[in-house]
């Protein structure tokens, strides 16, 4: 169980380093560019993995006090959401009060109808229906 567990421990290692390593930003990197600390964990599986956390990655929040994720967030070049994107709502407002004029529309038509209705029905009773 020993000699089993000398081996994953590293290698889980190895493959922690590995996936941290890559979902960090490139700025993040310290002392080499991010590619050379990839090939440095795969390589040095044992010594890599804990240079890299050691040396390799920027431990403090950034200058500035912002963290990665709001720095991506204000770089942010695409709408992520519909109700963030200016252009997306003024179409709903279009698209609105064309859906308004068309009730508004509707419902003078209605009006209308039912006024021929009940003229009919105090004309007389001459619907051609009833007989």
Not at 39 to 51: D, K
């Amino acid at each position: 169980m020993l000699r089993a567990l000398m081996y994953i421990l590293p290698l889980a290692l190895t493959i922690y380093a590995f996936i941290d390593c890559l979902n960090t930003p490139e700025d993040e990197a310290k002392h080499l560019p991010k590619v050379a600390w990839i090939f440095i964990i795969l390589l040095f599986w044992v010594v890599g993995p804990i240079v890299w956390f050691a040396a390799g990655k920027m431990r403090h929040a950034p200058a500035g006090g912002r963290t990665p994720s709001e720095r991506h967030r204000n770089h942010r070049t695409e709408w992520v959401a519909p109700d963030d994107n200016p252009e997306f709502l003024k179409s709903l407002r279009a698209e609105n009060e064309k859906d308004e004029a068309l009730l508004k529309d509707w419902e003078a038509d209605l009006r209308r109808r039912e006024e021929e209705l009940k003229k009919r029905e105090q004309d007389g009773d001459d619907d051609p229906k009833k007989s």
